[in-house]
């Protein structure tokens, strides 16, 4: 099990970097990634948001009941948008809406090296969108409008105070 960043913490303004060598530390941290995920019922789960500044994300395909690894994702293709309310780890009991492509194909490699491609639609879609966002330092936050944010300020407001402890 791995603590999960919360907004307010800087490592998830940082840019990640592309895992070169998926050795056994790569296989030990998606391992613990996979069992907080679990842990938490979450969608998906970013490096970064576990404190690892590496291009991984993982991600709970609910359709076919799989947990998936893409390591080093590209966006490939995006077809349509649509609108839904997005949460995120990071920012337990707030929701944004947001505009996100209705389906997104992504390339990468999975957890044994080989290059593969996978079409999410809508919230997986909403999901490989949202964690290739966190591995660029972008958060569900810089997508919101004003309102929104006003409604969650103090949700907002302890986020960044408990950071900073
Ligand atoms: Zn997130």
Redo the contacts with the bound molecule.
């Keep these: 099990m791995r603590r999960i960043r919360k907004f307010g913490e800087e490592i998830l303004r940082k840019k990640s970097s592309p895992v070169d060598n998926i050795d056994g530390k790569i296989h030990e941290l998606i391992k613990s990634m996979k069992e907080t995920l679990l842990y938490v019922k979450g969608v998906g789960l ?1 490096a970064p ?1 576990v404190g690892v500044l590496k291009r991984i994300f993982i991600f709970y395909d609910k359709e076919k009941e799989i947990l998936g690894t893409i390591i080093n994702p590209e966006i490939v293709e995006e077809i349509s948008s649509y609108v839904d309310l997005e949460g ?3 920012f337990p009991e707030i929701y944004f809406t947001i505009e996100r492509p209705k389906i997104t194909v992504i390339k990468g490699l999975n957890e044994d090296g080989k290059e593969i491609i996978i079409e999410g639609k809508e919230l997986l879609s909403r999901c490989f969108q ?1 964690e290739i966002d ?1 591995l660029n330092g972008i958060l ?1 936050i810089d997508y919101a409008g004003e309102e929104e944010k006003r409604y969650y300020q103090d949700k907002i407001d302890k986020l960044i105070k408990n950071s900073k402890k």
């Design positions: 970013s948001q995120c780890l990071s949202h966190h569900i």
